[in-house]
């Protein structure tokens, strides 16, 4: 299928669904799906564990963390804020992203990969979701209360926010970071996975006018 030459990345708000997203679409399509597995490659090519690189798009690196008091100090540690392990996890996912993409087209979900690769090389669809249904999936997948599922959708969801707009040159969640933004409320899963496939094929489609 000659849609399917696409590279698709995924952003989504925690809770929505979005991975569940990414990896039904990839298993339909016949493609890889990389979110843990970009992770263990990054891992493997930084040293640093899975778990930290895991943590990174919800602790994204902040120069303030660095500033001492002292304006000489400080200067030196702006400086190497670059060199923390927060950017070399960074530093390794943007490489992976860069040597997977040559492989053919894949489903990549969240780590900033929109931002990373060049608009025409990719499709970049943000999901969303009722701030109930995302509680309720939230709950039921970590087995915990309302209160700290809407406690941990809040502090995750700002989390990546700060990541993405810290490494992008626009928003997280906004229309113009992304081709296409989609409610898994209102479609559900499969019905996101189907609207998805619905975009590849129309770009294509233009593509070939």
């Not at 696409?6 to 339909?28: A, F, H």
């Amino acid at each position: 299928m000659a849609y399917m030459q696409n590279i698709i990345c995924i952003g989504r708000q925690y809770g929505s669904g979005g991975r569940e997203i990414g990896e039904k679409l990839s298993r339909v399509l016949g493609i890889p799906c990389y979110d843990k597995l970009l992770i263990k490659k990054a891992s493997l090519e930084s040293g640093l564990s899975e778990e930290f690189i895991e943590r990174t798009e919800e602790t994204p690196i902040s120069s303030i963390q660095f500033l001492s008091g002292n304006p000489y100090a400080d200067i030196a540690g702006i400086g190497n804020t670059f060199y923390s392990e927060s950017q070399q996890a960074y530093n390794a996912e943007q490489n992976v992203i860069e040597q997977i993409v040559k492989q053919g087209p894949c489903v990549i979900i969240g780590r900033c990969a929109s931002s990373i690769l060049p608009k025409e090389k990719r499709l970049s669809i943000f999901i969303y979701a009722d701030e109930e249904d995302k509680t309720k999936r939230v709950m039921e997948r970590n087995q915990i209360d309302e209160k700290r599922a809407r406690h941990r959708i809040k502090h995750i969801n700002r989390m990546r926010k700060q990541f993405f707009d810290f490494y992008s040159d626009t928003e997280w969640g906004q229309p113009e970071s992304y081709d296409m933004m989609l409610s898994s409320s209102r479609f559900g899963i499969d019905g996101c996975v189907s609207l998805i496939i619905d975009c590849l094929k129309e770009k294509e489609a233009s593509l070939n006018e």
